[in-house]
């Protein structure tokens, strides 16, 4: 690859001093050469700040302050990003080694793309292997009535796409992903790429899994945009559809089963009931 897009990763922060020095590391350690990083912590009180300073020479901008959470913290890192292609990395997750320059081979190699996300794999709090979770490609119709199967650390774009569709919805502050995600498929292809891209945390204190109900409040919220006035029993069976859907599917591209860029080749395999 000739040349290098610029890349704009935002790592929103709160008292994750336990993780977010690896999460930093999955990134500078990349060594890719047109590299922003910008970390937004909300004012910690643990170890974050003094090991944000440790790296502060690599990074583009970092602050440490109150903020109103996740959301409010993404906006103004992506307000200052000055990339073409933006993401971002929450502060408990993990990058690949090779993420960043696949990324950008994606984006060199396909110039009218958008969006692209990759697979992942899940972790737990001590960065032990759970299952791997690897995705088919976009549909509207098993992510409206199944759930958002997309991996957020997974996921890059165009900046251009960002701002053409008002960056992040502060009205959500659980589901701003998923959110942003079927925004960005009203205008544009979501592209798969079947490539290893991030680690996810898995674990009790996960902010998605610690409020899971007011998580799928907001999940229910932004459906209806898309769901209509549809009756219950229309709902239920649409789910159902989906659900059998996305297992078949899965099944059918090998998802279920260990690929060879897998990066926990050898492991167990995930169970095709959990889709």
């Known amino acids: 690859m000739d040349t290098f897009p610029h890349i704009s990763i935002v790592i929103p922060s709160f008292n994750q001093g336990r993780f977010i020095e690896a999460t930093l590391r999955s990134l500078l350690d990349q060594g ?9 912590d909300g004012g910690s009180t643990d170890s974050t700040v003094e090991i944000v300073e440790r ?6 901008y970092w602050v440490s302050e109150p903020d109103e959470g996740q959301t409010h913290a993404l906006i103004k ?11 971002w990395l929450c502060s408990d997750d993990l990058h690949e080694p090779w993420t960043l320059r696949e990324v950008a081979q994606f984006f060199t190699a396909h110039s009218q793309a958008q969006v692209v996300y990759g697979d992942s794999s899940w972790i737990d709090i001590d960065g032990r292997p759970i299952r791997p979770k690897r995705e088919h490609a976009f549909s509207r119709f098993i992510w409206t009535y199944d759930y958002n199967f997309i991996p957020q650390p997974s996921t890059f774009w165009r900046m251009s796409l960002y701002r053409q569709v008002g960056g992040l919805d502060k009205a959500f502050d659980l589901a701003m992903d998923a959110d942003l995600w079927i925004r960005f498929a009203d205008v ?5 790429v079947r490539r290893y891209w991030s680690r996810m945390r898995f674990y009790p204190q996960q902010k998605n899994q610690a409020r899971r109900a007011e998580s799928n409040a907001e999940d229910r919220i932004m459906r209806r945009r898309y769901s209509g006035d549809a009756s219950l029993y229309s709902l239920r069976a649409r789910k159902v559809i989906a659900k059998g859907t996305r297992i078949a599917w899965k099944l059918a591209t090998g998802c279920y089963w260990w690929g060879r860029d897998n990066p926990f080749a050898g492991q167990r395999d995930e169970d095709p009931t959990r889709p």
Do not use: K, S
């Open 32 to 40: 890719y050469p047109n590299l922003e990083v910008l970390v937004i």
């Open 55 to 60: 790296y502060a020479d690599r990074l583009a």
């Open 77 to 87: 890192g992506f307000d200052r990003a000055t990339g073409e292609i933006g993401g």
């Open 188 to 192: 544009t292809r979501l592209h798969h």
